[in-house]
């Protein structure tokens, strides 16, 4: 059976999920921020010059787990996250969200 989502944009995706209830706003907000936030980390590696194996070392977290966190395809705990962007000169900081403003 051909999966109908290959080639759907996610704003095509995520529309038709939040029509059919599959996804609240909530859902979507925590979301962009989990791709906002990867994409920060990746982003600060990359600056670096770290690959991920030396990330691991420097962190203490495998390499897999970081090759993950950075694919999206875990949901890490936070005390994972803040050991990873610790040797990247970065922490968390929680800060308001404007009304309008758009995550990712």
Known sequence: MRNKH????WQELKGELMERGALTPEDVRA??????????LIEARKERGISQQELEQLSGVKRPIISRME????MSQIDTVLKVLAPLGKKLAIVPIDNGERIA
């Open 6 to 9: 290959l080639g759907s944009t």
């Open 31 to 40: 979301s962009e921020l989990r791709v906002a936030l990867m994409g920060e």
């Open 71 to 74: 694919n999206g395809s875990v």
